[in-house]
T-cell receptor, first 114, second 118 residues
Framework: DTEVTQTPKHLVMGMTNKKSLKCEQH?????MYWYKQKAKKPPELMFV???????INESVPSRFSPECPNSSLLNLHLHALQPEDSALYLC?????????????FGDGTRLSIL | AQTVTQSQPEMSVQEAETVTLSCTYD???????LFWYKQPPSRQMILVIR??????QNATENRFSVNFQKAAKSFSLKISDSQLGDAAMYFC???????????????FGTGTRLTIIP
């Protein structure tokens, strides 16, 4: 069982829809991450939160809007997505935002944009 | 910028045999961390093993061990006594040890898909 829980596991949405991806961990980790992974490619970092504050934004389009309402929860709000945004979205957490801290990943949300 | 290269897109091994997955990287830094992650069809990325560049001793975790050659910038993963559950995509990843904005990100290789033959 994964210690990082992502919901939903699958999401199909139209380009005009608004939806949110949710990530939760109860390990007391204070750093949380969003990655995007296309088929047969490695994950690409999107956002990093440290102590509920956005620390890194890897030049992600504004149609993706992250939110960290508390230390256990990380959301990714989606609006007006494009077909090329279809991918697996992985959430990860680590004890702290420090280079020696391993990241623990969730199962991901597979997103399909119609 | 650092790069990570996995030159074997696919590998296969007979169950109970040993297989080695290769990874090379390019960096100008002297201190860093290297990781192997496993991603089975269930999609979750699972940390397999971690190596700190300043440690000469190769890391081991049960059936998994690495051959870390710092001068050659090589970081291969050896899986002994392969099991069916080892079938997955394996990603090699690099992380700088220099503390600073943006250095916390993982740089992944393109992955090696490992198949276990019963």
């Amino acid at each position: 069982d994964t210690e990082v829980t992502q919901t939903p596991k699958h999401l199909v949405m139209g380009m005009t829809n608004k939806k949110s991806l949710k990530c939760e961990q109860h390990m007391g980790h204070r750093a949380m991450y969003w990655y995007k992974q296309k088929a047969k490619k490695p994950p690409e970092l999107m956002f990093v939160y440290s102590y509920e504050k956005l620390s890194i934004n890897e030049s992600v389009p504004s149609r993706f809007s992250p939110e960290c309402p508390n230390s256990s929860l990380l959301n990714l709000h989606l609006h007006a997505l494009q077909p090329e945004d279809s991918a697996l979205y992985l959430c990860a957490s680590s004890q702290r935002l420090a280079v020696d801290q391993p990241q623990h990943f969730g199962d991901g949300t597979r997103l399909s944009i119609l | 910028a650092q790069t990570v290269t996995q030159s074997q897109p696919e590998m296969s091994v007979q169950e109970a045999e040993t297989v080695t997955l290769s990874c090379t990287y390019d960096t100008s830094e002297s201190d860093y961390y290297l990781f192997w992650y496993k991603q089975p069809p269930s999609r979750q990325m699972i940390l397999v093993i971690r190596q700190e560049a300043y440690k000469q001793q190769n890391a081991t975790e049960n059936r998994f061990s690495v051959n870390f050659q710092k001068a050659a910038k090589s970081f291969s993963l050896k899986i002994s006594d392969s099991q069916l559950g080892d079938a997955a995509m394996y990603f090699c990843a690099y992380r700088s040890a220099v503390r600073g904005f943006g250095n916390e990100k993982l740089t992944f290789g393109t992955g090696t898909r490992l198949t276990i033959i019963p």
